[in-house]
T-cell receptor, first 115, second 114 residues
Framework: KNQVEQSPQSLIILEGKNCTLQCNYTVSPFSNLRWYKQDTGRGPVSLTIMTFSENTKSNGRYTATLDADTKQSSLHITASQLSDSASYICVVSARSGGGADGLTFGKGTHLIIQP | DTEVTQTPKHLVMGMTNKKSLKCEQHMGHRAMYWYKQKAKKPPELMFV???????INESVPSRFSPECPNSSLLNLHLHALQPEDSALYLCASSQAGVYTDTQYFGPGTRLTVL
């Protein structure tokens, strides 16, 4: 069964500090991996999407990495801001698609930035 | 326009009521989705429409009835819901590929069933 595991479950850091969120997956055959940011009570917003051949992708202060061999991804946030407080969800697509298994959501990392 | 809009933002309904959730996008996307999200859980896929045809129905109870009147609109008709159906209902759209293209989410409708 396809699975996406995220760690840590929650994280509290001080404003201005950096942090890294982890995503490990067992999705096959792999198509792409996406990171979403979701503010409480709002819809997720796409940060990055990476295919098999991409190792790194940046979006402002967010940098995602992908190691397709070890099936791991990370999301690095640089110089955190209060507005970064949110849940960060890792989503992995299977190439063949078909039903809910074609798109597997992680449970998310709840990030809190403290002033 | 790069937005997915959803109405209403909040909805409270009784178990005997009939209501509808609406979703609209004007990005020319041909795939549209309904998700259900409970607190502190990831979104759960309910339905997928591809080119206005229902392509995926994740064994959702018949009290939820989706409708795609045209390529820009997606509705979710609700009837005889249960309190456990209370959740955030998210609509999303993507360019064409159901699993290959980035999904753009709407802000959601917060549904409470009394």
């Amino acid at each position: 069964k396809n699975q996406v595991e995220q760690s840590p479950q929650s994280l509290i850091i001080l404003e201005g500090k950096n942090c890294t969120l982890q995503c490990n997956y067992t999705v096959s055959p792999f198509s792409n991996l996406r990171w979403y940011k979701q503010d409480t009570g709002r819809g997720p917003v796409s940060l990055t999407i990476m295919t098999f051949s991409e190792n790194t992708k940046s979006n402002g202060r967010y940098t995602a990495t992908l190691d397709a061999d070890t099936k791991q991804s990370s999301l690095h946030i640089t110089a955190s801001q209060l507005s970064d407080s949110a849940s960060y969800i890792c989503v992995v697509s299977a190439r063949s698609g078909g039903g809910a298994d074609g798109l597997t959501f992680g449970k998310g990392t709840h990030l809190i930035i403290q002033p | 326009d790069t937005e997915v809009t959803q109405t209403p933002k909040h909805l409270v309904m009784g178990m005997t009521n009939k209501k509808s959730l609406k979703c609209e996008q004007h990005m020319g996307h041909r795939a549209m989705y309904w998700y259900k999200q409970k607190a502190k859980k990831p979104p759960e896929l309910m339905f997928v429409y591809s080119y206005e045809k229902l392509s995926i129905n994740e064994s959702v109870p018949s009290r939820f009835s989706p409708e795609c009147p045209n390529s820009s609109l997606l509705n979710l008709h609700l009837h005889a819901l249960q309190p456990e159906d209370s959740a955030l209902y998210l609509c999303a759209s993507s360019q064409a590929g159901v699993y290959t293209d980035t999904q753009y989410f709407g802000p959601g409708t917060r549904l409470t069933v009394l």
